[in-house]
């Protein structure tokens, strides 16, 4: 299927991830660590994107920055598992409240962009106008995030020559939706107490007309909630058709279409609290490298697979599904029910990952980064914990990062393969397409360094040069010139457009190779 038309489950815009060092007192200037620079990409749902480079590239970082267990430097990551409306983030209603003011702020930054883009076209190629190529990528950038982030909520709207009506409509209908969102969380939390106290209950041994007495209460309270809800919805639904009649009156207009395609419903990780992130966590989850490590040895089996389900109200302590919920996932991931009570020191290294996974999967989440989720077991191992991973992924149709230097194993595993060097995606492209035409000479090394036991092979293997420059200050131009066997003097001055040369084949490099 072609990429176009498949759901974007997370879309990833000039995200940066910047560590600051300490300053000393020899030090001039404030200093970083550039883990991630720049990287744009979408990850689709239901696929596996495999992510290879050397030791120190940044691609446990973007793992992490992605699930926000970092804060965001700078960027946008637009996650589409959940609806804005579900969230109802704060930064929505900063930006509802403040329509006409940021809407006049974009048209700023887009002439700025304007003026910018025209004094560089004006120059002849040279030193000067590779200098002002930075600048103008950055005030571009500067405006269409000012631009995305308004349009991205109110869409075809963009029209209207006054925002005040529509801001007003806008603001009405998220206070509600946040009011609903709130009561509807109030209501789960109430029923998996009420489940709580009749497994209670029932483990004293009461009868099952005593257990409904009991909670008759609860169960009261419940459907007083729930009809409540129902109300608030009828009032939400009352509002958005009230915004319906308003789009009607703008949809003359001949622009409005052309704005109202980037209207979505996506949210926007790095602009997220850490207690709107929290609500999230769910959905976006993380397996360890190190299966010895990530697991608390004073908790059971059965306690680490369920620690993430008490905590985001899956379940009540006292109720008796949970343990059989939870011996289910285990089951799914190769483990015997009867280890439940057994503690991590028992196991070998493979069953500690199953474990690992099964504490990951227990919250039917959308999107998981396995951040080398095989590369601490032997090579038997291995290929269990992948082929269980695929399995799962089929049954449950999870969406995977999958991080990992063995190329062996991303060439087995993944869908699309996206190839990372000092921060940046260089090379992004389907399996089976970038191990037959790698555009990148740096994955042309990568792929010539794989242990082949083809003795009809005449390739040799390509040997990068010195060592990966720091992170700290990367070389100008083309990070990779430094140890690039086909750099020219373009390559030290202009960082390389990151753009399509194939068909969903994506490749930042002056000398493309293969092609």
Do not use: W
């Not at 209950?201 to 007083?224: H, S, V």
């Not at 009828?234 to 395609?261: C, Q, T, W």
């Not at 976006?284 to 993430?308: A, C, H, K, W």
């Amino acid at each position: 299927m072609a990429n176009k038309d498949r759901k974007v489950l997370i879309r990833v815009q000039n995200l940066k991830q910047y560590f600051p060092i300490k300053k000393s007192f020899v030090q001039k200037e404030k200093l970083f660590v550039r883990a991630n620079d720049d990287i744009t990409l979408d990850i689709y749902e239901g696929e596996t994107l495999g992510l290879v480079g050397e030791s120190g590239c940044g691609k446990s970082t973007l793992g992490r920055t992605l699930l926000q267990l970092y804060t965001q430097t700078d960027g946008r990551t637009m996650y589409y598992g959940r609806d804005v409306d579900e969230i109802a983030p704060a930064y929505v209603l900063d930006i509802l409240k403040s329509l006409a003011e940021r809407k006049k702020e974009y048209f700023n930054l887009k002439e700025k962009a304007d003026s910018v883009k025209k004094q560089y076209d004006a120059l002849p190629d040279g030193d000067e106008k590779y200098a002002l190529r930075a600048h103008l990528l950055e005030t571009e950038k500067h405006a269409r995030d000012s631009f995305l982030d308004i349009v991205q909520l109110i869409g075809g709207f963009f029209v209207a020559d006054d925002l005040d009506p529509v801001s007003d409509i806008l603001v009405k209908e998220y206070k509600a939706g946040v009011e609903c969102s709130r009561l509807k969380e109030k209501l789960n939390n109430a029923r998996v107490v009420y489940e709580g106290q009749r497994s209670s209950l029932k483990e004293k041994g009461k009868t099952a007309n005593q257990i409904d007495d009991a909670t008759q209460n609860a169960l009261q309270q419940i459907k007083k909630q729930e009809e409540i809800i129902k109300i608030k919805e009828r009032e939400l639904e009352e509002i958005r058709s009230e915004i319906y009649k308003l789009m009607k009156k703008y949809e003359g207009n001949p622009d409005f279409a052309k704005y109202e395609v980037y209207r979505d419903k996506g949210i926007n990780l790095a602009r997220l609290s850490e207690e709107e992130s929290r609500k999230l966590r769910k959905d976006l989850q993380l397996i360890f490298q190190d299966p010895y490590s990530s697991l608390n040895p004073r908790m059971t089996v059965g306690q680490i697979i369920s620690e993430g389900l008490l905590a985001h109200k899956y379940f009540d302590k006292n109720d008796d599904k949970l343990q059989n919920y939870v011996m289910e996932v285990m089951e799914k991931c190769g483990l015997a029910p009867y280890f439940i009570h057994r503690y991590p020191h028992q196991f070998s290294g493979g069953q500690r990952q199953r474990i690992g996974i099964a504490r990951s999967l227990a919250l039917k989440p959308k999107f998981v980064v396995c951040d080398e989720a095989v590369s601490a077991l032997d090579v038997s191992i291995q290929s269990q914990i992948i082929n269980l991973l695929l399995d799962l992924k089929e049954q449950e149709n999870l969406t995977y990062l999958f991080i990992s230097h063995d190329l062996s194993v991303i060439k087995y595993i993944s869908d699309r393969v996206g190839v990372m060097y000092l921060g940046n995606i260089v090379e992004l492209a389907a399996t089976e397409e970038l191990f037959a035409h790698p555009t990148h000479p740096y994955t042309e090394a990568l792929l010539s360094a794989i242990p082949t036991t083809d003795v009809d092979n005449k390739k040799e293997a390509i040997i990068l040069e010195g060592d990966i420059p720091s992170p700290i200050n990367p070389p100008s131009g083309c990070k990779f010139h430094t140890r690039c066997r086909y750099a020219t003097d373009i390559c030290k001055k202009v960082v390389p457009d990151f753009e399509e040369v194939r068909p969903d084949h994506f490749v930042a490099c002056h000398h493309k190779i293969n092609l």
